[in-house]
């Protein structure tokens, strides 16, 4: 009986320990299969959020690729705008130095006396109105100093008129500081020239043999007015250099390119103005009048 009893309860026991063992395979099995399903709900979420992050990216890389290009569409048309600025500022310093060099040479080759009639002509053109001589002529052409006045004028006229700003007052400021400094300048090399050729002009009537009590020889009169006119045509080319002195100091030191074309505009239409009123006056009979308007009106 003890030996049946044993042997039962060591049935039972093993018994027992079977359906612990099945149990518990069974909780790892669950375990197991619900673990699979969170592993798998968690690659799900992960794989939604990298498509999610993803396509995100790719909609932001469009957005800076277009404004990249819509950035580089701009550039360029502003870089396209500026070429053609430069363009036309290259053709207007060309044009200016072009209309330089032609004042070079009208001054210092056309205007210049070679033989001794073409003194008279110089100092008083036959082409040139009585009126137009009168107003502007010294030495042949315009006074340089009357050159730099005029630019003055212009300046102070379109400063004025302009809308008036810090930056705008203290350029014109500088431009008539710098203006009265080359007309002081200028007016002296003017008067040197003007003292010069009043000598000359005193020796051609008091000591040239044209009078009777100065009659000289052929050979003797002919080398006292080859030597005065050596004279005058040093004075007439020392005037016509400072002529074109002042009209490059102008063009290249005082004004821009763009007030240096306007300049020489309206200094071609001043000089025409006036050759075409003392050219009507030299055809009118009676005395000169001028029309003055009245004051108030417009």
Same mark, same amino acid.
């Given at each position: 009986m003890k030996g049946i009893s044993s042997q039962s309860s060591m049935n039972y026991s093993n018994e027992d320990d079977y359906e612990l063992q099945e149990e518990n395979e069974g909780l790892l099995r669950r375990d197991i299969g619900e673990g699979d399903y969170a592993i798998d709900d968690s690659a799900e979420?992960?794989?939604c959020m990298s498509l999610h992050k993803r396509d995100t990216t790719k909609r932001g890389e469009e957005l800076s690729f277009q404004k990249n290009g819509l950035w580089r569409q701009e550039?360029? &048309? %502003? @870089?396209? %705008?500026?070429e053609n600025w430069l363009k036309v500022r290259w053709e207007l310093e $060309?044009?200016?130095e072009e209309q330089l060099n032609r004042f070079h040479a009208h001054y210092n080759l056309d205007m @210049?006396? +070679? %033989?001794?009639?073409?003194?008279?002509?110089i100092l008083m053109p036959s082409w040139t109105p009585p009126d137009e001589l009168a107003s502007i002529a010294w030495i042949g052409d315009w006074r340089p100093s009357a050159i730099l006045e005029l630019v003055r004028g212009l300046s102070l006229s379109s400063s004025s008129s302009s809308a008036s700003s810090s930056s705008s007052s203290s350029n014109s400021i500088g431009t008539e500081q710098l203006l009265s400094q080359l007309i002081y300048e200028i007016r002296i090399e003017e008067a040197i020239l003007d003292e010069e050729m009043a000598e000359i002009q005193s020796t051609c009537i008091l000591y040239l043999?044209? #009078?009777? +009590? =100065?009659? *000289?020889? &052929? /050979?003797?009169?002919l080398a006292c007015v080859q030597s005065e006119f050596k004279k005058i045509e040093r004075v007439i080319t020392r005037a016509q250099r400072l002529r074109f002195k002042a009209l490059e100091l102008v063009l290249k030191k005082v004004?821009?390119? +763009?007030?240096? #074309? $306007? !300049?020489? @505009? #309206?200094?071609e239409g001043?000089?025409?103005?006036?050759?075409? !009123?003392? +050219? =009507? *006056?030299?055809?009118?009979? /009676?005395p000169v009048t001028l029309p003055v308007k009245a004051l108030g009106s417009s």
């Amino acid at each position: 009986m003890k030996g049946i009893s044993s042997q039962s309860s060591m049935n039972y026991s093993n018994e027992d320990d079977y359906e612990l063992q099945e149990e518990n395979e069974g909780l790892l099995r669950r375990d197991i299969g619900e673990g699979d399903y969170a592993i798998d709900d968690s690659a799900e979420k992960f794989q939604c959020m990298s498509l999610h992050k993803r396509d995100t990216t790719k909609r932001g890389e469009e957005l800076s690729f277009q404004k990249n290009g819509l950035w580089r569409q701009e550039q360029k &048309g %502003r @870089v396209a %705008r500026l070429e053609n600025w430069l363009k036309v500022r290259w053709e207007l310093e $060309e044009i200016i130095e072009e209309q330089l060099n032609r004042f070079h040479a009208h001054y210092n080759l056309d205007m @210049v006396p +070679t %033989r001794l009639k073409d003194v008279a002509q110089i100092l008083m053109p036959s082409w040139t109105p009585p009126d137009e001589l009168a107003s502007i002529a010294w030495i042949g052409d315009w006074r340089p100093s009357a050159i730099l006045e005029l630019v003055r004028g212009l300046s102070l006229s379109s400063s004025s008129s302009s809308a008036s700003s810090s930056s705008s007052s203290s350029n014109s400021i500088g431009t008539e500081q710098l203006l009265s400094q080359l007309i002081y300048e200028i007016r002296i090399e003017e008067a040197i020239l003007d003292e010069e050729m009043a000598e000359i002009q005193s020796t051609c009537i008091l000591y040239l043999p044209f #009078a009777p +009590t =100065n009659i *000289q020889s &052929g /050979g003797a009169a002919l080398a006292c007015v080859q030597s005065e006119f050596k004279k005058i045509e040093r004075v007439i080319t020392r005037a016509q250099r400072l002529r074109f002195k002042a009209l490059e100091l102008v063009l290249k030191k005082v004004l821009s390119e +763009t007030d240096a #074309a $306007e !300049f020489l @505009v #309206a200094f071609e239409g001043i000089q025409d103005a006036i050759h075409q !009123f003392a +050219t =009507n *006056q030299r055809f009118q009979k /009676g005395p000169v009048t001028l029309p003055v308007k009245a004051l108030g009106s417009s």
